[in-house]
T-cell receptor, first 116, second 106 residues
Framework: DAGVIQSPRHEVTEMGQEVTLRCKPI?????LFWYRQTMMRGLELLIY????????DSGMPEDRFSAKMPNASFSTLKIQPSEPRDSAVYFC??????????????FGPGTRLTVT | GENVEQHPSTLSVQEGDSAVIKCTYS??????FPWYKQELGKRPQLIID?????GEKKDQRIAVTLNKTAKHFSLHITETQPEDSAVYFC?????FGTGTRLTIIP
């Protein structure tokens, strides 16, 4: 298994532009998490899905951020319009989940986003 | 997300000594308590975990202890080595602690 796949690995964009980050989970994992990591705020949970359904999006900073999981093999995190304070490393992580128990999360390599 | 508090935020120990990092939580329903290690420029990776029906788990030089009554769990690293230098996170239901930067002094 190739593990969790994220693309792009690096993204540099100008303020006001739309940014789309992509994640392909490990086959069979039915929980998917999006995180943002900065020095100031640490590792923040933005949103997570179980069986493609968003369960908790309370960590999404504001309406400029949206996430989708149209099927079990793909998820996107979109920022529109982007701002310099969105600069961070964005991680996608996936995990098996039975409905009652949590399990290890497997992280993708991350996308380093720079908004100028 | 869950409420997770992690201490200390930084920790420096002499090579060969032990390190202990603690996390406290508020959700009584939690039943899975993992610890992750993140090296500089890398992704977080699981190093040890414990479930609520066990009080302690050990894997070579690392161990995790759980006190469900007091709602805290701790990471113990013995005989520390330079490669243990990293940031360590506890996690609860997807919410990560604030991290502990561990530095091993040769």
């Amino acid at each position: 298994d190739a593990g969790v796949i994220q693309s792009p690995r690096h993204e540099v964009t100008e303020m006001g532009q739309e940014v789309t980050l992509r994640c392909k989970p490990i086959s069979g994992h039915n929980s998917l998490f999006w995180y943002r990591q900065t020095m100031m705020r640490g590792l923040e949970l933005l949103i997570y899905f179980n069986n493609n359904v968003p369960i908790d999006d309370s960590g999404m900073p504001e309406d400029r951020f949206s996430a989708k999981m149209p099927n079990a093999s793909f998820s996107t995190l979109k920022i529109q319009p982007s701002e310099p304070r969105d600069s961070a490393v964005y991680f996608c992580a996936t995990s098996p989940w039975t409905g009652t128990s949590s399990y290890e999360q497997y992280f993708g390599p991350g996308t380093r986003l720079t908004v100028t | 997300g869950e409420n997770v508090e992690q201490h200390p935020s930084t920790l420096s120990v002499q090579e060969g000594d032990s390190a202990v990092i603690k996390c406290t939580y508020s959700d009584s329903a939690s039943n899975y308590f993992p610890w992750y290690k993140q090296e500089l420029g890398k992704r977080p990776q699981l190093i040890i975990d414990i479930r609520s029906n066990v009080g302690e788990k050990k894997d070579q030089r690392i161990a995790v202890t759980l006190n469900k009554t007091a709602k805290h769990f701790s990471l113990h690293i013995t005989e520390t080595q330079p490669e243990d230098s990293a940031v360590y996170f506890c996690a609860l239901r997807g919410t990560f602690g604030t991290g502990t930067r561990l530095t091993i002094i040769p």
